[in-house]
T-cell receptor, first 113, second 113 residues
Framework: AQTVTQSQPEMSVQEAETVTLSCTYD???????LFWYKQPPSRQMILVIR??????QNATENRFSVNFQKAAKSFSLKISDSQLGDTAMYFC??????????FGAGTTVTVRA | KAGVTQTPRYLIKTRGQQVTLSCSPI?????VSWYQQTPGQGLQFLFE???????NKGNFPGRFSGRQFSNSRSEMNVSTLELGDSALYLC????????????FGPGTRLLVL
């Protein structure tokens, strides 16, 4: 089974500080794609960042970066210089061997002023 | 480019009724996927359509069905509604290849009474 585990249900961070969200996944595939999506209170699912498993270089997107450890099947997201607008639920997801996204349970991030 | 649109945004039905939800993908995208989001089960894949053909299916009962039209717009239908069908239904579109990112619509909130 292809599973995604997010072990942190909730995290709180002070504005301008850094927070790291963890994600592990399980697959026997060698080539797959990993994503972080955010879902703010509006419930709109927004892509934050994506990583191709065949690439060793970690993806970055402005204040968002990932630490991808393929052997450990780990894919953490770091949010730097946190802003109030980053408050949302964050989902880790991947597409192993087909066209569907498998999602983790999500981590609620609250940025405090 | 306009994003993914979903109609209606909110819907209230009673048990036993049926409902049809609509999704218009990003222009040029040929794949539409549907997901159900509930507090208890999280995000679960329903099905995916590509060029009017169902290419992938999740583990949902036959009451859940879908279709895709030649202009790539998709509809999903739920017959004989149950209380447990209350959820946020999200659709996502992509070009249809495994390498491409799925972009989500705002969702349809369905409440079954």
């Amino acid at each position: 089974a292809q599973t995604v585990t997010q072990s942190q249900p909730e995290m709180s961070v002070q504005e301008a500080e850094t927070v790291t969200l963890s994600c592990t996944y399980d697959t026997s595939e060698n080539n797959y794609y990993l994503f972080w999506y955010k879902q703010p209170p509006s419930r709109q699912m927004i892509l934050v960042i994506r990583q191709e498993a065949y690439k060793q270089q970690n993806a970055t997107e402005n204040r968002f970066s990932v630490n991808f450890q393929k052997a450990a099947k780990s894919f953490s997201l770091k949010i730097s210089d946190s802003q109030l607008g980053d408050t949302a639920m964050y989902f880790c997801a991947f597409t192993p061997n087909d066209y569907k996204l498998s999602f983790g349970a999500g981590t609620t991030v609250t940025v405090r002023a | 480019k306009a994003g993914v649109t979903q109609t209606p945004r909110y819907l209230i039905k009673t048990r036993g009724q049926q409902v049809t939800l609509s999704c218009s993908p990003i222009s040029g995208h040929r794949s539409v996927s549907w997901y159900q989001q509930t507090p208890g089960q999280g995000l679960q894949f329903l099905f995916e359509y590509f060029s009017e053909t169902q290419r992938n299916k999740g583990n949902f009962p036959g009451r859940f069905s879908g279709r895709q039209f030649s202009n790539s717009r998709s509809e999903m239908n739920v017959s004989t509604l149950e209380l447990g069908d209350s959820a946020l239904y999200l659709c996502a579109s992509s070009s249809g290849t495994r390498t491409e990112t799925q972009y989500f619509g705002p969702g349809t909130r369905l409440l079954v009474l």
